[in-house]
């Protein structure tokens, strides 16, 4: 389940939306892989700045560019395959968060 926090931050969101929060935790997981691979590419984004900043020092790119390039790949479908399941989860659910057809807001 959620933290404390975040529940109250969901409930506090579909208020402010005018909406039902949502009854369901499967998109739980989704957000979490979204949250963690968007923390791994702000990394490799700090090791590309430190790898372009020694090849323009040096004229050499570091050894270990490769490796955080192939890096940044993997974290870059990661964030792909979780928006996908975001995007599937969200149309399986349909008007079930959305308010529609629920007398909120219309």
Same mark, same amino acid.
């Given at each position: 389940?959620?933290?404390?926090?975040?529940?109250?931050?969901?409930?506090?969101?579909?208020?402010?939306? %005018?909406?039902?929060?949502?009854?369901? %935790? %499967?998109?739980?997981?989704?957000?979490?892989?979204?949250?963690?691979?968007?923390?791994?590419?702000?990394?490799?984004?700090?090791?590309?700045?430190? @790898?372009?900043?020694?090849?323009? $020092?040096?004229?050499?790119?570091?050894?270990?560019?490769?490796? $955080?390039?192939?890096? @940044?790949?993997?974290?870059?479908?990661?964030? %792909?395959?979780?928006?996908?399941?975001? /995007?599937?989860?969200?149309?399986?659910?349909?008007?079930? /968060?959305? !308010?529609? !057809? /629920?007398?909120?807001?219309?």
């Amino acid at each position: 389940g959620l933290t404390p926090a975040g529940y109250a931050a969901e409930v506090a969101l579909a208020n402010a939306l %005018d909406r039902r929060p949502p009854e369901e %935790d %499967d998109l739980r997981p989704a957000l979490l892989e979204l949250m963690q691979a968007r923390t791994q590419v702000r990394r490799y984004a700090v090791n590309v700045n430190q @790898a372009v900043r020694e090849l323009n $020092a040096t004229g050499s790119p570091p050894a270990w560019l490769v490796r $955080a390039v192939a890096m @940044a790949s993997q974290a870059v479908a990661r964030l %792909d395959a979780a928006a996908a399941a975001l /995007t599937s989860a969200r149309r399986s659910r349909g008007a079930r /968060t959305t !308010g529609v !057809g /629920t007398g909120v807001g219309g």
